[in-house]
């Protein structure tokens, strides 16, 4: 650790800053020492020269100087937008001045006089933090990488297309059409839409197409005015009122039915709205976005929806693909809800065991991110262990997909499970290449037949 330090120290460049010639002679000795490259400055005016020719890791700055004083020093810096860490060195009698440089943003301060051994540790300690906050934009870096947007993971190329076409298309007014499976995360791209673009602050209103009865959507979507119905007894906003400015999300719009299709695509050719019952139109600023778990396209070409509204729509479409084309999001994704559930059921579950890993990398998915975090849910109640092992998942264990074994072992390193996942490994390989036949899979294996069905069921192969 300590040489660590000091070889680091080498390659750091510090800037020393006072009005006495003799205390810059002692720092530099003392910092020279210590393996800093040092240069000094023998006023505040000098060494922002200084520090606009060549950037510096540290500056050590007296605060009582004639003309510029440490505190104006520091000013400057941070005004000009240096990255550089700040440390003031104060006589005595400035300590509030030294506390007040430290609350405007210095990192630390020293008192004259001070003995050698407290510069260089003040040094230490500034250089640890540095290495703290290098550390912590990295981390952030790959969060960023992992979470595509505030929430969203999206480690896969897949995903990461998706989040790269909710960036492009978040600030803009367009149509959007989010087309995927049942639960592959198509509200939350609809969210991330509206958060990350320029209407974030404005009303996020999301309906959902199937889920209203046919003779209620209308009013719900457009408003109605009094008498407009039996049971309206007085007028109301509609959806599309209520979103005014902001969002509004048309989920599952293939089930709307054909007669609201004529009228939506209306309100969107013309950007104004009309209530039922009534006679006046009021314009209206909404952003739509779509999303539906059909082919449109298909719905289109059987006559179930209208061509020109799915024109109308489809201006910018998002495809989020199912979970099992992107196996490199099951491991984040897993970290994630094991996270959040385990914080939810006040239990301190920290992770999954490799060959559950492996069974979640493998299970096909039908109901992609929601079923995964639904079975993640349930592990973590049956979990009695801090690891969620094979048993506390309530998968099936017939259907399976290949992953590569390289992604199934993730950081496993026990020779006996590496074993056993390898070997279950070769044996769907060799099924697969004999078509299922088990008396030509064994041979290739070069097992017994008998041995191969009884590995077969203790692996759930089928
Ligand atoms: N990439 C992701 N990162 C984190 N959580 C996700 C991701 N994708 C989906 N989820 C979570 O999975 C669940 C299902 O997502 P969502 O409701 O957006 O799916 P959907 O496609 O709208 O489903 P449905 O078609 O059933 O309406 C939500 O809890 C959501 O937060
Ligand atoms: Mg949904």
Redesign the pocket.
């Known amino acids: 650790m300590e040489k660590a330090i000091r070889e680091e120290a080498k390659a750091l460049k510090i800037l020393v800053v006072d009005d006495e010639e003799n205390m810059l002679h002692m720092l530099s000795a003392i910092l020279r020492r210590e393996g800093y490259s040092v240069t000094t400055a023998l006023s505040g005016q000098k060494g922002l020269e200084a520090m606009e020719t060549e950037p510096f890791d540290f500056v050590l700055a007296d605060i009582r100087m004639p003309g510029m004083d440490g505190m104006a020093l520091l000013d400057e810096i941070q005004k000009r937008g240096h990255d550089t860490t700040v440390i003031m060195m104060s006589a005595y009698g400035s300590v509030d001045i030294a506390l007040e440089a430290v609350k405007r943003g210095a990192y630390d301060y020293i008192s004259k006089p001070f003995k050698s051994g407290e510069v260089a540790l003040a040094l230490k300690k500034a250089l640890e933090r540095e290495r703290l906050r290098r550390e912590n934009i990295r981390l952030r870096r790959t969060v960023e990488k992992e979470f595509g947007l505030e929430?969203?993971?999206?480690r896969s190329p897949g995903?990461r297309g998706v989040v790269q076409a909710i960036r492009r298309v978040a600030d803009l007014r367009t149509t959007v059409l989010i087309q995927?499976?049942?639960?592959?995360?198509?509200?939350?791209?609809a969210r991330a839409i509206h958060q990350n673009g320029v209407r974030k602050d404005r009303p996020f209103v999301a309906v959902n197409c199937g889920a209203i009865p046919e003779n209620l959507l209308e009013s719900e979507l457009f408003g109605h005015t009094k008498g407009a119905f039996t049971d309206a007894r007085s007028a109301r906003k509609g959806l599309f009122e209520e979103a005014h400015g902001g969002t509004l999300l048309l989920?599952?719009v293939g089930e709307l039915p054909l007669n609201l299709q004529v009228k939506l695509l209306r309100v969107l050719q013309e950007g104004e709205i009309r209530l039922v019952g009534g006679v006046k139109t009021t314009p209206i600023d909404v952003r739509v976005v779509a999303?539906t778990?059909r082919d449109l396209a298909l719905e289109v070409k059987e006559g179930r929806f209208r061509e020109d509204l799915f024109f109308r729509l489809n201006v910018f479409p998002i495809q989020?693909p199912p979970l099992r084309e992107r196996p490199d999001?099951i491991p984040p994704?897993v970290e994630?809800f094991v996270d959040k559930c385990g914080r939810q059921a006040g239990k301190d579950v920290v992770g999954v065991e490799p060959m559950a890993m492996e069974r979640l990398l493998r299970y096909p998915w039908p109901g992609?991110?929601?079923e995964l975090?639904n079975v993640i849910e349930r592990a973590i109640i049956m979990a009695d262990s801090e690891r969620i092992r094979e048993e506390d998942l309530l998968i099936e264990r017939r259907r399976s997909i290949r992953v590569p074994l390289s992604m199934a072992l993730g950081e496993e390193l026990s020779v006996k499970r590496v074993g056993r996942m390898v070997e279950a490994d070769l044996i769907r390989r060799a099924l697969d290449r004999t078509d299922g036949n088990r008396t030509r899979a064994a041979r290739l294996l070069e097992i017994s037949h008998p041995s191969l069905l009884a590995k077969m069921k203790q692996y759930g192969i089928q």
């Open positions: 929430g969203m993971i999206a995903l995927g499976e049942s639960g592959t995360g198509k509200e939350l791209v989920d599952e999303s778990i989020v999001d994704l994630h992609n991110v929601r975090e």
